[in-house]
């Protein structure tokens, strides 16, 4: 085994991490981008508050 081959089984963990965070970053921001558009619906119908 040489040292090129360490380093890609030992880059797995972090590809994987670096995968999760990404993933767990977009799901907050399709969140956030749900909850504007439904303000915006609320806003152009005159339903929001002032």
Do not use: D
Not at 18 to 31: E, M, Q, R, T
């Amino acid at each position: 085994m040489n040292v090129t081959e360490i380093i890609w089984y030992a880059s797995w963990p972090v590809f994987i991490y670096l995968s999760f965070k990404f993933v767990l970053l977009n799901l907050k921001h399709h969140g956030k981008m749900e909850r504007l558009e439904e303000l915006e619906t609320l806003h152009a119908a005159g339903k929001l508050g002032k």
